[in-house]
T-cell receptor, first 113, second 113 residues
Framework: DQQVKQNSPSLSVQEGRISILNCDYT??????FLWYKKYPAEGPTFLIS?????DKNEDGRFTVFLNKSAKHLSLHIVPSQPGDSAVYFC????????????FGTGTLLAVQP | SAVISQKPSRDICQRGTSLTIQCQVD?????MFWYRQQPGQSLTLIAT?????????ESGFVIDKFPISRPNLTFSTLTVSNMSPEDSSIYLC??????????FGQGTRLTVV
């Protein structure tokens, strides 16, 4: 049973445009959500997180939106840059980042120059 | 943040043998986590390693197959025992820092032939 789902395995956008990566979850007990970026041959790198008491968190070009009623979160990257090309994982936990993280299967983002 | 070093970065092993993966952190941490990413799959937590106590394994993972050591607050090892081709994966260690986001090592790419 996949508790965290990223239904788009890949996404291609033009440089300068907005990238929107989506993530759905099924467990209503999740209270903390994170996005990670992963380049080949490297470990995942933390990007941004959001607590379930918020519906938006912004950090520079990255914004995460959380819709609890729909059990849906999204990561917006604007403007997209070629260096953003990577696999993006969403993750969720109940109990904050110190607790077990459940990851989605990832979305490969390709930003075209 | 934390600097996490994993060794080896990659290895090709014969079936039936064992491989021990090392994870070194540049600061003392309470909890260390071991994840597996099978080809095309999401990251799956294998176990949580706390210093001074036995590791806690997730459903589907057992100590005989994945023994873990945690001799101090900066180091842990994961052994993949009696390997088969199905164990070919990327193995990652991660740590959390005071409830902040989890940081990952660069991973160990294991191929079993």
């Amino acid at each position: 049973d996949q508790q965290v789902k990223q239904n788009s395995p890949s996404l291609s956008v033009q440089e300068g445009r907005i990238s929107i990566l989506n993530c759905d979850y099924t467990n209503s007990m999740f209270d903390y959500f994170l996005w990670y970026k992963k380049y080949p041959a490297e470990g995942p790198t933390f990007l941004i997180s959001i607590s379930s008491i918020k519906d938006k968190n912004e950090d520079g070009r990255f914004t995460v939106f959380l819709n609890k009623s729909a059990k849906h979160l999204s990561l917006h990257i604007v403007p997209s840059q070629p260096g953003d090309s990577a696999v993006y994982f969403c993750a969720a936990s109940n109990g904050g980042a110190t607790n077990k993280l459940i990851f989605g299967t990832g979305t490969l983002l390709a930003v075209q120059p | 943040s934390a600097v996490i070093s994993q060794k080896p970065s990659r290895d090709i092993c014969q079936r039936g043998t064992s491989l021990t993966i090392q994870c070194q952190v540049d600061s003392q941490v309470t909890m260390m986590f071991w994840y597996r990413q099978q080809p095309g799959q999401s990251l799956t937590l294998i176990a949580t390693a706390n210093q001074g106590s036995e590791a806690t394994y997730e459903s589907g993972f057992v100590i005989d197959k994945f023994p873990i050591s945690r001799p101090n607050l900066t180091f842990s090892t994961l052994t993949v025992s009696n390997m088969s081709p199905e164990d070919s994966s990327i193995y990652l260690c991660s740590v959390d820092l005071q409830g902040a986001e989890a940081f990952f090592g660069q991973g160990t790419r294991l191929t079993v032939v």
